[in-house]
């Protein structure tokens, strides 16, 4: 009996998971596209909500495939392991969007994708 509510708790983790992926990509895309910077804050705010609630998850998931009582742990170790690239990926864009345009790194960024133009354009033309 135990066994049964365990995996439908797992269950529902899973699909929880599944849930917020697809949240967090639709916010991650909106926030891509909306040239507002208000509406690219409130985004930014979701996104961060969204990465929260997976980490709780990812916590759950860690203590489950930790225990003895979990037989089948590949789709926990799998579930971990998309939460992990999805916090690296928001990691990376918090990392981006904190840079200053007229910093020292805003201004190496600038000149890498101007030169990065430069270069598509000179091989395609």
Do not use: C
Not at 80 to 106: A, D, F, H, L, V
């Amino acid at each position: 009996m135990a066994n049964r509510k365990l995996q439908g708790e797992i269950d529902r983790a899973l699909k929880k998971i599944s849930d917020g992926k697809a949240e967090f990509e639709i916010i991650f895309q909106k926030i891509r596209t909306t040239p507002s910077a208000n509406q690219k804050e409130k985004h930014e705010t979701d996104l961060k909500r969204e990465i929260k609630k997976l980490q709780r998850l990812r916590e759950q998931v860690k203590s489950w495939i930790s225990t003895n009582e979990v037989k089948n742990k590949a789709p926990l170790i799998e579930a971990r392991k998309q939460i992990e690239s999805e916090m690296e990926r928001y990691k990376q864009y918090e990392r981006e969007s904190k840079t200053k345009e007229y910093s020292n790194k805003g201004l190496k960024l600038q000149m890498q994708q101007k030169r990065a133009a430069h270069e598509a354009r000179s091989r395609d033309g």
